[in-house]
């Protein structure tokens, strides 16, 4: 199975910060023959379900906030918030699709300083 | 509006059985392919099977396949998860997810699922 790692497992921010979160996969999320990295990015805020953010390591869904932004490819992957939002305090996870199981990285919650 | 909502969790002994249903609505269900994902504290979340748009090909993790079976209705516009021989370690958060070709882009509220004596 692919695992995926994700640090740091919880931030203190505050209100208007650039925020950074990484995820890394045990092995290549980029498929060679169209160049596509099988990463997701999902936000999950207390007693919700997941929310999809961004998908193909860098896509944003349609509705996701343009401060949200997705990078990476390979193993190497990071979403970064540029000016964190009080509605933003939430656990983020990446997920990998590149094999089955498709497996999660175990989060990176976001809380308020 | 997309909608998913799970039904059919419990409380249910080790070695029993509980089916868990998914009625969709806000889409057309026949052309999305759909998936089960739970949820624990410890394991975090974990893709347990999803099954093609028209129920053909179905794809379990490891340590369900045999015992877990999904399926869907698209008259009914439902899937379900026929979970069986259920272990303590199945106890957790069950959502129901739109899985269009990879992502999951849609998810229910999730179905509580206890397995204990």
């Known amino acids: 199975d692919i695992v995926m790692t994700q640090t740091p497992s919880s931030q203190a921010v505050s209100a208007g910060e650039k925020v950074t979160m990484s995820c890394k996969s045990s092995?290549?999320?980029?498929?060679?023959?169209?160049?596509?990295?099988?990463l997701a990015w999902y936000q999950q805020k207390p007693g919700q379900s997941p929310k999809l953010l961004i998908s193909w390591a860098s896509t944003r869904e349609s509705g996701v906030p343009d401060r949200f932004i997705g990078s990476g490819s390979g193993t190497d992957f990071t979403l970064t918030i540029s000016s964190v939002q009080a509605e933003d305090l939430a656990v983020y996870y990446c997920e990998q699709y590149y094999d089955t199981p498709y497996t999660f990285g175990a989060g990176t919650k976001l809380e308020l300083k | 509006e997309v909608q998913l909502v799970e039904s059919g969790g419990g409380l249910v002994q080790p070695g029993r059985s509980l089916k868990l249903s998914c009625a969709a609505s806000?889409?057309?269900?026949?052309?999305?392919?759909m998936a089960w994902v739970r949820q624990t504290p410890t394991k975090g979340l974990e893709w347990v099977a999803s099954?093609?748009?028209?129920?053909?090909?179905?794809y379990y993790r490891d340590s369900v396949k045999g015992r877990f079976t999904i399926s869907r209705d698209n008259a009914k516009n439902t899937q379900y998860l026929q979970m069986d021989s259920l272990r303590s370690e199945d106890t957790a958060t069950y959502y129901c997810a739109r899985h269009p070709s990879y992502v999951m882009d849609a998810w229910g509220q999730g179905a509580s699922v206890t397995v204990s004596s």
């Open positions: 099954i093609s748009t028209g129920g053909g090909n179905t």
């Open positions: 092995q290549s999320l980029l498929y060679s023959e169209n160049k596509k990295n099988y």
């Open positions: 806000g889409f057309t269900f026949s052309n999305y392919g």
